[in-house]
């Protein structure tokens, strides 16, 4: 009798420690669930800007000045971070889209010309991705009449007949692929010492190919449209300002993580093309051949693979945050999570922009190159417009409440938006004028289909 | 008829001809009357602003306002936050269009212009927001009056009686003050309220939810998707929260609670009826995914010596809501399940039948820890309504209904 109640005591007892592990591990998960719930937007839009463009501009970066352009990086992620931060901020208190916003304060003519300015743009920017997954194809023996359009439907169907949570997954997933860029880079076999050095040391020169090098990594990383995403996706997200704190982490790993991809990228062009000499790569295509005899056929492939994953995902998600963007704007339905009768304008902005931008790219003798300068000059044009407008909103205490920048935020903030205006007007300046300056003939203006 | 953006901006003259200053804003008076623009605010640049009172408006045309006062009679304008301000609280906003159930963005505000001895009166009497109305604010000052009023007259209109109109104010004072009902919102049905609030911004969410009463803000809580319902009710007082989640039934607040920050939903139990907090403690028990964190308590529970009058005659006299009527479920002497009736079988009935001769085959019930895909199966083998969850000691606890089914499953998918 005696042991029988030990032993049910003992029972009871373990139950008991069982059910307090089980209720901590509870809450536990519970934490990680409320984060997981939040996280995504900063992290996808942080890399979706190492689009085509922007790969093909890092891998000449690398090639031409080898690690010199490295210390860069570290300037350019608080600049993305403060910019993104302010949009995941607005998205999270106000619960209301950028372009939600600029119509509901600057009225509607300054909202229409920012959404035709949108489209504009983003049409440009939609070929330059397209183009990047017909470049990439043409690396692994693909042609581009096959490649191109399977891309577009591949992207059209994921988003048409995914929920929002299907698509994010989808794009999460796409993110983990960038990863095929440190295993190029591990491949190259780069001196790791000095390129660390080179990252935390700035060491500036003032030649003329050097800079405008520079302005060609701000110009490409930072684009306008993705503000519009990242604010949308927080409030489809339906991230309150309880839950800002994840948001603003989110925010911040994305530009981090979204930086040390472009460091793998320059550093493994820096490796092994500037190493040997090849300092005069055109494309994100040309650096994967220049790789495969340099660091073995794995590196190249990895390194075109890269590029495909980067220009489908910019791909669906371009067209898809202009088409947000627009309905908005102008007060039309829109959503992922609305069917299509719903939301036509939104559906039919959506289909046309990648049917649209898939289809120039497949015109023999298209002059892609100059629809690249368009997308470059239209992203110049547009950035000011969209930072001022950013800034304002944020600043305006009826909306934001509490949560307006603070002074020292908005010195950070607005000396990040001025530098980068100013390097944005200096690229645009370049590419307007004088296309054959050493960087940018060399990156962006030059396609494989001149 | 003149539209709302042709007369901001309009040049107003007084009773001599002089020009006096430019419309700045258009203010309705709820408190005086619901629809009619009441004073217009005539900016005179470096000066003060100065007001004209509707009965100071001798005619209106685009771009043009008469007075029929000299400028010195015009009063001085002092701000007052209970008018409504067509530019700033109406032009480019959103509103709720509670004929059509859908959350809409305001382009132009169309007026209705009625002469009354001597002077006119403008009316609200829709709101604009289709294409003509941005189409006209595109080309205003661009193109001609009369071109944009030939090229609208071509485009499909999307108007909204003024009546359907339902402003959204996320501050709730102001909302008191400019008499916005809810009386018309909560008329919608709660799934469409629920589908509209999802659009809103969380300020105005909260400003709605506020103003309606609790039962019908419970109804709207309970279709909230999961995220937004506990981002509404950490907002709210947690008194407030307790007397609306004391309206939803037992099953609906359990959920909601359970999603709750710890703190949150201590404060709120705290703060519901005892009775009701108890119900909802008790489901609380239960994991979620189990037939115990799935079922409802309110079901009717009677003998199974009862005769269908009988229990029809305690149906009406306890007023119990057709909602919990799915089934029936019996007892024995010895308070064991003993079947569930349906409600088609007992309207089929004699009054006088013994409510045990009514029980459907086979006899169904889960126990609470039965896992919810068991669940789903018997609801799809045996095309069940509802379901009676039992204890251990096979008393009737509660019950699944098929519309809890149906949500969970939409949720997996």
Redesign the interface.
Same mark, same amino acid.
């Given at each position: 009798m005696n042991t029988w109640v030990t032993l049910t005591n003992a029972f009871s007892a373990w139950k008991a420690r069982g059910k307090e592990f089980s209720h901590r591990g509870h =809450?536990w998960r519970r934490r990680i669930a409320v984060f997981l =719930?939040v996280v995504g937007p900063g992290i996808i839009t942080s890399n979706v800007d190492n689009d085509a463009g922007g790969i093909s501009t890092y891998s000449a970066a690398g090639a031409q000045f080898g690690y010199t352009l490295l210390w860069s990086l570290i300037p350019m992620t608080i600049a993305l971070y403060v910019s993104e931060e302010m949009c995941a901020r607005m998205g999270v208190v /106000? #619960?209301?889209g950028l372009s939600d916003l600029i $119509?509901?304060e600057f *009225? %509607? &003519?300054s /909202? %229409?010309f920012v959404m035709i300015a949108a489209l504009l743009v983003d049409l440009f920017n939609t070929v330059a991705e397209f183009s990047g997954v017909a470049e990439a194809s043409e690396v692994m023996h693909v042609s581009k009449y096959v490649s191109v359009p399977l891309a577009a439907l591949a992207v059209w169907l994921i988003v048409i007949y995914g929920t929002y949570r299907i698509v994010e997954k989808v794009f999460m997933v796409a993110c983990v692929f960038y990863l095929s860029y440190m295993l190029s880079a591990f491949l190259a076999k780069p001196d790791w010492l000095y390129a660390a050095r080179q990252t935390v040391i700035p060491s500036v020169h003032f030649n003329a190919p050097y800079l405008v090098m520079l302005i060609g990594l701000v110009g490409t990383t930072i684009a306008p449209w993705q503000f519009f995403y990242l604010q949308a996706s927080f409030v489809e997200k &339906?991230v *309150?300002? $309880?839950q800002y704190k994840h948001a603003k982490w989110d925010v911040m790993f994305g530009s981090i993580s979204c930086m040390v991809i472009v460091f793998f990228i320059i550093v493994c062009c820096a490796a092994t093309l500037n190493v040997h000499g090849l300092t005069n790569i055109s494309s994100a295509s040309d650096a994967a051949k220049a790789l495969i005899p340099l660091a073995g056929k794995w590196a190249g492939w990895l390194f075109a693979f890269g590029l495909l994953n980067a220009s489908l995902f910019a791909a669906s998600i371009l067209p898809l945050s202009t088409a947000h963007v627009i309905c908005e704007g102008? #007060?039309f339905e829109a959503g992922l999570d609305r069917k299509f009768k719903e939301a036509p304008a939104f559906y039919a902005l959506y289909t046309g922009l990648i049917v649209v931008g898939a289809g120039i790219v497949l015109i023999p003798k298209a002059p892609l190159w100059k629809i690249l300068i368009y997308s470059q000059v239209g992203n110049g044009i547009w950035l000011p417009v969209v930072l001022i407008f950013i800034l304002l909103l944020i600043n305006r205490r009826d909306l934001m409440g509490e949560h307006t920048n603070t002074v020292g935020f908005n010195v950070v903030a607005w000396t990040a938006s001025i530098i980068m205006i100013i390097l944005t007007a200096a690229l645009m300046y370049l590419a307007i004028f004088n296309p054959s300056a050493a960087g940018l003939s060399g990156t962006l203006l030059c396609s494989p289909f001149m | 008829m003149v539209h709302a953006t042709e007369v901001l901006g309009a040049e107003a003259y007084d009773s001599l001809g002089n020009f006096v200053g430019r419309v700045k804003e258009m203010f309705i008076v709820p408190d005086e009357q619901p629809n009619r623009i009441s004073r217009l605010l005539l900016g005179r640049g470096r000066y003060r602003p100065l007001v004209a009172r509707f009965d100071q408006i001798e005619s209106v045309a685009p771009g043009r306002v008469s007075l029929t006062t000299e400028e010195s009679a015009l009063e001085l304008y002092h701000p007052n936050d209970s008018w409504l301000a067509v530019q700033k609280d109406l032009l480019d906003q959103q509103i709720i269009d509670t004929n059509g159930r859908k959350v809409v963005r305001v382009n132009d505000v169309d007026l209705a212009d009625q002469r009354t001895n001597g002077n006119t009166e403008l009316r609200i009497t829709q709101v604009d927001v289709g294409l003509p109305g941005a189409v006209r604010r595109l080309l205003q000052g661009v193109v001609s009056p009369t071109g944009i009023r030939r090229l609208q007259n071509r485009l499909p209109q999307r108007n909204i009686r003024w009546e359907f109109v339902n402003l959204i104010e996320p501050d709730p004072l102001r909302r008191v003050k400019l008499r916005i009902s809810s009386d018309r919102l909560a008329q919608l049905h709660p799934a469409d309220l629920a589908d509209i609030m999802e659009e809103l911004s969380p300020d105005e969410r909260q400003s709605i939810i506020g103003s309606l009463d609790e039962e019908t803000a419970g109804e709207i809580l309970a279709e909230l998707d999961k995220r937004l319902q506990s981002q509404v009710v950490e907002k709210l007082d947690p008194e407030k929260a307790a007397d609306i989640i004391e309206e939803m039934s037992p099953d609906a607040a359990a959920d909601l609670i359970q999603n709750l920050e710890p703190d949150t939903s201590k404060e709120v139990l705290e703060e519901m009826e005892h009775r009701e907090a108890q119900e909802v403690e008790e489901l609380l028990r239960f994991a979620e995914n189990t037939a115990g964190g799935m079922m409802t308590t309110e079901i009717v529970v009677v003998g199974e010596d009862a005769t269908r009058g009988e229990v029809v005659d305690y149906v009406r006299f306890h007023e119990i809501p057709p909602d919990q009527l799915d089934n029936i479920v019996l007892i024995n002497r010895d308070a064991v399940f003993a079947g569930a009736v349906t409600v088609a079988h007992l309207l089929l009935a004699k009054s006088d039948q013994r409510m045990a001769e009514l029980v459907s085959d086979p006899l169904l019930s889960v126990a609470t820890d039965a896992r919810d895909k068991d669940v789903f199966e018997l609801f799809d083998k045996y095309n069940l309504r509802s379901l009676t969850v039992v204890s251990e000691n096979k008393c009737p606890l509660g019950a699944i209904t098929v519309d809890d089914v149906v949500s969970r499953l939409q949720a997996q998918a």
């Open positions: =809450a =719930a /106000t #619960g209301k $119509r509901e *009225g %509607f &003519r /909202t %229409f &339906r *309150g300002p $309880r102008l #007060g | -």
